[in-house]
C-alpha cells in the first residue's frame, strides 16, 4: 500500500480515524487521542497533520519537546496543510509566543483563506497583541464569512471602536439592527 506523502488524503478507515484524533483532543481525551494517531502513523507514519495533531496532543499531556518535534515533522512532511500551520501556532500560543503563533496562523490562512476557526484565533492574539488595524481587518473578513451571525457584527464594530473610528461603530451596529425583524 502506498504511503499518502505531502497532501494527499486518507483513505476512509484512516480519515474516520483521524476525525476521531482531532474529537478525542477537544474532548481533552489525550491517551485516546494518542492512541488513535498511533493507529493512523502504523501505516502512514509521514502523514503530516496526523503527526502535527498527535504532538499538539502531547503538549497538554506535558511533552513540550516531543510535541514540538512532532509538529515540526509533521509540517516537514506537508508544508501546504492549513491544519499543520494551525496548529504549530496553536503549540506557540500555548507557549504565550503570541508573534510566532501570528505568523503560523498567518502562514495556515495562505493555505486556507477563509477558514473561520484559523481567523478566530488570530483576530483573538491579534487584540491581545494591540495589534488594533489586524484586528479590524480579520473581524471584517469573519464579517464577510458570516454575515448572519450577531458576534461578528458587534465584534467587527467593537474593532472599529478601538480603532478609534467610532461614528463607524455606531453605523454598524445600526446596520445591524435593521436587518433583525420584529
Not at 138 to 145: A, K, M, S
Not at 151 to 168: P, Q, R, T
Amino acid at each position: 500500500m502506498a504511503t499518502p506523502q505531502g497532501n494527499q488524503p486518507l483513505p476512509s478507515k484512516e480519515s474516520a480515524l483521524f476525525r476521531q484524533v482531532v474529537k478525542f483532543y477537544e474532548s481533552k481525551q489525550y491517551k485516546k487521542a494518542i492512541k488513535a494517531a498511533d493507529q493512523i502513523l502504523k501505516k502512514f507514519p509521514d502523514h503530516g497533520e496526523t503527526l502535527a495533531m498527535k504532538g499538539l496532543t502531547l503538549n497538554y499531556m506535558d511533552k513540550k519537546e516531543e510535541a514540538y518535534d512532532l509538529v515540526r515533522k509533521g509540517l516537514r512532511a506537508d508544508l501546504r496543510s492549513h491544519v499543520c500551520w494551525h496548529v504549530y501556532g496553536l503549540l506557540y500560543r500555548s507557549d504565550n509566543n503570541h508573534l510566532e503563533a501570528i505568523k503560523c496562523y498567518m502562514n495556515a490562512l495562505r493555505i486556507d483563506r477563509d477558514n473561520a476557526q484559523i481567523l478566530r484565533d488570530l483576530a483573538m492574539l491579534q487584540i491581545q497583541m494591540r495589534d488594533i488595524p489586524g484586528f479590524v481587518d480579520t473581524r471584517y473578513r469573519l464579517l464577510q464569512l458570516r454575515s448572519n451571525n450577531r458576534n461578528n457584527w458587534i465584534s467587527f464594530a467593537i474593532a472599529h471602536h478601538l480603532d478609534g473610528n467610532y461614528e463607524l461603530a455606531v453605523q454598524i451596529l445600526t446596520a445591524y439592527e435593521s436587518t433583525l425583524v420584529s
